[in-house]
């Protein structure tokens, strides 16, 4: 496999995970990770979170994240630069539609109101299904996955 395809083959098992986990940091340096669910759109990553969640504040705070796959033997390792994305949510209600079933324009769902916007900066990857080193360049020309 070369590596432009392994490259494109990890971000399609990245996009296909059911979670991953993003990893903030406070104010005051400690960091913090939680499971989230995720998708892959236009070479980004995304999440829709609530206003008053840790990792929100975070994100003001300190835009540097890491998102990872969950599966800790092959390994996938997104850094990136985090923004509030509101102007994403309608394009991505879709997608989440698809992978989750999960509708974020239902008014029961009213408290998810945030869309973050992960931009890669670099991703890592080892295992069974390739390993190396992309920058964030190279991560975000692959624009469009098949979604699963």
Not at 118 to 126: D, E, G, N, V, Y
Request: charged share 20%.
């Amino acid at each position: 496999m070369n590596n432009g395809s392994t490259l494109t083959s990890l971000v399609q098992r990245f996009a296909d995970a059911e979670c991953s986990w993003l990893s903030t940091v406070r104010p005051n340096g400690r960091s913090h990770s939680s499971p989230i669910w995720h998708v892959w759109y236009e070479g980004k990553v995304y999440v829709v979170t609530k206003e008053t969640a840790v990792k929100t504040r975070n994100i003001l705070h300190n835009p540097s994240v890491i998102i990872t796959h969950p599966d800790p033997k092959d390994v996938v390792i997104i850094e990136g630069m985090a923004r509030l994305a509101p102007e994403k949510r309608a394009a991505l209600r879709p997608l989440l539609l698809q992978k989750y079933k999960w509708d974020i324009s239902d008014p029961d769902e009213a408290n998810y109101n945030t869309v973050v916007e992960i931009t890669p900066t670099r991703l890592i990857a080892w295992g069974a299904y390739g390993g190396g080193r992309w920058t964030g360049a190279e991560v975000t020309a692959v624009r469009d996955v098949a979604a699963n």
